[in-house]
């Protein structure tokens, strides 16, 4: 008798982390997601708030990769905190958008809807990655919750 024909019989229950319940679906991970999400927020903030951004300046692409990259962060541990891309890319959209207009006020910087676009794109691609599909357990029975709630 296999592990699997125990699981549907009422035996030993399969322990966390084993595939049936990502360890980060819990709520204490996606407290940590949040908090990690609110300091990516507040690094973007915080870098569009100065004429002058750490290091040498950034010419396109190299801005625009910046862009995708840091909302592909965003997006990726909103969907971790959240487990739901519509809301994941909703925020992080809505932060991108506020950002640009944030920055229209800042001597020295100027908004662009071409880095909302890359914006956009790098939080679309980070809210499908963090909540893609994460796989299935020995016995060929997927995680129902992640089945049900997981698909592109």
Do not use: C, K
């Amino acid at each position: 008798m296999g592990r699997g024909n125990a699981d549907r019989t009422g035996g030993t229950p399969p322990r966390p982390g084993l595939g049936l319940t990502p360890p980060a679906t819990s709520s204490r991970f996606r407290a940590v997601w949040w908090l990690i999400s609110l300091g990516i927020m507040g690094t973007i903030w915080w870098l569009s708030s100065s004429a002058d951004t750490p290091g040498p300046p950034l010419v396109h692409p190299l801005d625009w990769i910046a862009h995708f990259t840091a909302y592909f962060a965003l997006a990726y541990t909103l969907g971790r905190a959240t487990g739901r891309r519509d809301i994941a890319l909703l925020i992080a959209v809505w932060w991108g958008a506020l950002d640009e207009v944030h920055q229209a006020f800042v001597p020295g910087r100027d908004a662009g809807v071409i880095d909302w676009l890359f914006d956009l794109a790098g939080a679309w691609i980070g809210s499908r990655w963090a909540t893609r599909r994460r796989g299935t357990r020995e016995d060929g029975e997927g995680d129902a919750e992640t089945v049900r709630n997981q698909t592109w």
